[in-house]
């Protein structure tokens, strides 16, 4: 028979479990052109959230995925800037060496720990990241 230790104890395993295989599971990179011809770059989760977005299009294919294999040859050379927007959610930009905004968080998030932890994960998740191409946006 469980006590409730026994069973607060299984619940809080079975949902830290949960928890971790999000962390564990590949990000993805997708290329993909819009109505315009451009082409742009967004960044999933592992559990296929988009967490990143170019933020805006390139005119060549080949461009927008130039820096795609940027990131993933080396996140480290990108600065990450963390704010607070009008909304007062917390967001990030990705910043190239010469300052330019190369991308930036699709969502403020309520907590400064939670865009941090997302930026945490894109640090270590974009090297490992898939990349592919899909269709047009509608």
């Known amino acids: 028979m469980f006590s409730r230790r026994n069973c607060l104890s299984l619940i809080v395993l079975l949902a830290l ?9 590949k990000m993805t990179f997708e290329i993909y052109p819009d109505s315009k011809g451009e082409f742009w770059w967004r960044l999933k989760d592992g559990d296929g959230a988009n967490v990143a977005t170019s933020g805006q299009g390139y005119s060549k294919k080949t461009e927008c995925t130039k820096m795609v294999d940027n990131f ?16 007062k959610k917390f967001r990030f930009r990705m910043k ?4 330019n905004t190369v991308g930036s968080s699709v969502k403020g998030y309520d907590k400064k720990a939670d865009v ?18 899909v269709a047009k946006e509608k």
């Open 116 to 133: 941090e932890s997302v930026v945490d994960s894109i640090k270590k998740g974009a090297k490992d990241a898939d990349k592919k191409e």
């Open 72 to 87: 993933k040859a080396d996140i480290s050379k990108y600065e990450f800037d963390v704010y607070e927007d009008n909304a």
């Open 17 to 25: 479990g949960g928890l971790s295989t999000a962390a564990d599971k």
């Open 96 to 99: 190239a060496k010469n300052g």
